[in-house]
């Protein structure tokens, strides 16, 4: 069965060049034929993969027609083809079109029997000497409007990273807003492959989502959420011995994502990548979730047999940091990196589905980094609900004495699903994050309140972290803020200022 999910590689090749007439331009496409909008993501400097999925009677050999042009109106085109099924009898779509330039805004539509969809907006990466990058992760359907997608629809980024809990497994009003009427579908905690589909289906019908897709390239890594809470190689919280074997939901939920997002994903491939921007930066994303994260220890101390990312994921990640030769070395990490003792906030001292849970490992990739002398790396992080800015010690015992750091990581607040102050009056939150700076020196920026998103901004001696907030989540109305600027200067070692 999942070798059939990618035949479409073999014929994306076949058709990257054939010809096919231009697509009349149309910014809104037909709804009814594609009511799931369109998508990009994984650039490379000469491709990107293009996504769509039709709501249609598709036969047994539908032929999808894809166009990329180089002007917005779909009149300059410079790549077409054809694109089949990413799995048999299934309504989803995706190609990988070659021969495009280098760090190069393209526009591309999609065509079936006549009937055609939104245009989108895609770019290829490459050599460059500046770079954008939008940061978001957590989007509950439940919890509120996605106003911070679009938000970001808006802003001007070269692509969006996608770290994780893209969607929610459970059941309709179990952890969300009840009064806001957004259910979800299908009414039950999601297990099976249909069950995954449905789910994937009603996001991907939210407009905001849609167009934030439509406007920018992804590359999307799962969390736990995209499977089961707080998920693991071998087993999940919430997975239970009546809900059927784990592999078999966790073999459902990876094959409804490669569906969906559009990935250059192979099922019988690891998920963690990497992409170049030539010598300026180089990207690094991480599954800290399904590849080798071995059962977290709860409430106790992490050992030498804790593994978030498993033998080869962590050498594979070693030889990535070693081998760049970029001014920046981006990690894309779903949960937070940084050590954090949350003691005197909540009965727990750490959080063990973190990496706090994996110490030693943790210990492991710090030390290497130091006794490597690898500069300027830059750690993305999502999961908490949360943003923080972080000085990631060398040793967190000593780093208020030594100021030591080896990296910095940048937390991104959640979309939609709820922070500290959906828990608690936003008063009793401030007082927290005082707390946990006091408690955690390294810690340099901390917000529980807000939901929104972050842009990266690298320039060749220096970055500059944006934290942006939506005012609402109850509405579709809202406004938009910068909350906090922060910069990092390449030269003053791993420093947030």
Known sequence: MYKKIYLFYFFSTIFAFSCSKTLNPNVSGDSAYFPYGVASGDPSESSVILWTAIEADLGSNP???????????????????????????????????????SNTNYYYQFEYKKHRSPIGKTKTIGATDQLNIGVVSCSNFEAGYFNAYESLA???????????????????????????????IPAKEIITLEDYRLRYAQYRKDKSLQRVHQNHPFINIWDDHEISNNAYKSGAQNHQDDEGAYDVRAAAAKQAYAEWMPIDMNLEDPLYRSFSFGDFASLVMLDGRLEGRTEPVENGESTANQSMLGKEQLQWMKNQLSASKAKWKILGNQVIFSPMDLSRIYQQTHNMDAWDGYAEE???????????????????????????GVEVPYHADSYPYTDESVAVEIGTP???????????????VIVAERILKVSNPHLKYVDGRNHGYVILRLEKDQAFVDWYAVSNLKSQAFTERRVKRMMINREENNKLR
């Open 154 to 184: 808006k802003k001007d980024v070269d692509v969006i990273l996608h770290l994780g809990d893209y969607i929610y497994e459970y059941g309709p009003g179990t952890y969300g807003d009840t009064t806001l009427q957004r259910k979800h």
């Open 414 to 428: 959640s979309i939609s699903s709820s922070n500290l102050n959906e828990r608690s009056p936003s008063e009793d």
């Open 362 to 388: 943790r210990n492991e990739i710090i030390n290497y980094i130091a006794t490597n002398d690898i500069q300027d790396v830059v750690i993305v992080s999502g999961d908490t609900h949360m943003s923080w």
């Open 63 to 101: 032929e999808v027609e894809w166009t990329i042009s180089s002007t917005e109106n779909m009149k300059n085109v410079v790549s077409s083809g054809k694109m089949v099924r990413i799995t048999e009898g299934a309504p989803y779509f995706k190609v990988k079109a070659f021969g495009l330039k």
